[in-house]
Nanobody, 122 residues
Framework: QVQLVESGGGLVQPGGSLRLSCAAS????????IGWYRQAPGQQRELVAA???????HIADAVKGRFTISRDNAKNTVYLQMNSLKPEDTAVYYC????????????????WGQGTQVTVSS
């Protein structure tokens, strides 16, 4: 079993930055890709970014150029660096994991965290 715990969310002003962390614990031998989804009130969840253990990444068009995803395999942790934040980035951000990047991008993830709230407002 794999447990995913998100951290780093909070309140930030437009134009500010936050870094989210997703820490995986337990048996993660089958986990090859971790990603981030977000869901705003009244909206469907959407993919933000995903990355494999080898460093291959996928960034959603809505955040490309502002967000970056990286991982530290030794720490079993994935990071989402969010810069130039906009009010429309406000959402609950969820960490998800699966065996392949394609599965994460396609929404077929095996594990997910409880989410961390990101609020962008003045």
């Amino acid at each position: 079993q794999v447990q995913l715990v998100e951290s780093g969310g909070g309140l930030v002003q437009p134009g500010g930055s936050l870094r989210l962390s997703c820490a995986a614990s337990g048996s993660s031998s089958s986990i090859r890709a971790i990603g981030w989804y977000r869901q705003a009130p009244g909206q469907q969840r959407e993919l933000v970014a995903a990355i494999t253990s080898g460093g291959t990444s996928h960034i959603a068009d809505a955040v490309k150029g502002r967000f970056t995803i990286s991982r530290d395999n030794a720490k079993n942790t994935v990071y989402l660096q969010m810069n130039s934040l906009k009010p429309e980035d406000t959402a609950v951000y969820y960490c998800v994991a699966s065996r392949t990047l394609g599965a994460v991008v396609g929404g077929k993830y095996d594990d997910w965290g409880q989410g961390t709230q990101v609020t962008v407002s003045s």
